[in-house]
């Protein structure tokens, strides 16, 4: 079954970076979109970008341009997100979602359980 | 942006009853509506596309319906397992964006 496995938790300081990973299995890893989607208490959900795992090629929320980098490893079917200049607003649960369909963004299939990052001096 | 309204925060019911929770887009979406449910500590399971058609597994008690800028999501004879958090995405246009949730608690 698919399965997409996210990095553990991170504490980090303001202004350093962190990258979270997602790793997939059970398809296959090409030919499904990965999507990345931050959650808040105050904010709720909010779509931070997509990657096209086969290409490479990257969309983002305008407002998370500059602040997000999404990459891939075909290698190891794995998806990752770079996050830098941190600040407290950064703090939040990170998910990584498979699209439903092939060459489709969205809607979201399958769930990573989300990855914790707290940003703290 | 498109805003996604869930006008229900909290939704109280018991098993065997039936819900209704909405959402609301503020332009027209046409059907590209997703629903959601999250469950602590587990990962987020989608339900519903297209306003109305339901994702294989998710048990024929969910209904979705709906077009435009008005949707429903019905839970007829509600399951233990039912309760939690529900959250509706428009995925008609960039960026895709979510409801605030809907959190339906055992009465």
């Known amino acids: 079954q698919v399965q997409l496995q996210q990095s553990g938790a991170e504490l980090a300081k303001p202004g350093s970076s962190v990258k979270i990973s997602c790793k997939a299995s059970?398809?296959?890893?090409?030919?499904?979109?990965i999507s990345w989607i931050k959650q808040t208490t105050g904010q709720g959900l909010e779509y931070i970008g997509y990657i096209n795992t086969g290409s490479g090629g990257t969309n983002y929320n305008e407002k998370f341009k500059g602040k997000a980098t999404l990459t891939v490893d075909k290698s190891s079917s794995t998806a990752f997100m770079q996050l830098s200049s941190l600040t407290p607003d950064d703090s939040a649960v990170y998910y990584c979602?498979?699209?439903?369909?092939?060459?489709?963004?969205?809607?979201?299939?399958?769930w990573g359980q989300g990855t914790l990052v707290t940003v703290s001096s | 942006d498109v805003q996604m309204t869930q006008s229900l925060s909290y939704l109280a019911a018991s098993p065997g009853e039936s819900v209704s929770i909405s959402c609301k887009a503020s332009?027209?979406?046409?059907?590209?509506l997703a629903w959601y449910q999250q469950k602590p500590g587990e990962a987020y399971k989608f339900l519903i596309y297209?306003?109305?058609t339901l994702q294989s597994g998710t048990p024929s008690r969910f209904s979705g319906s709906g077009s435009g800028t008005d949707f429903t999501l019905t839970i007829r004879s509600l399951e233990p397992e039912d309760f939690g958090l529900y959250y509706c995405?428009?995925?008609?246009?960039?960026?895709?964006?979510f409801g605030a949730g809907t959190k339906l608690e055992l009465k």
């Open positions: 297209s306003g109305s």
């Open positions: 332009k027209s979406i046409s059907n590209f």
């Open positions: 979602a498979r699209s439903r369909a092939i060459a489709a963004i969205s809607p979201f299939a399958s």
């Open positions: 059970g398809y296959t890893f090409t030919s499904y979109y």
């Open positions: 995405q428009q995925y008609y246009e960039k960026p895709y964006t």
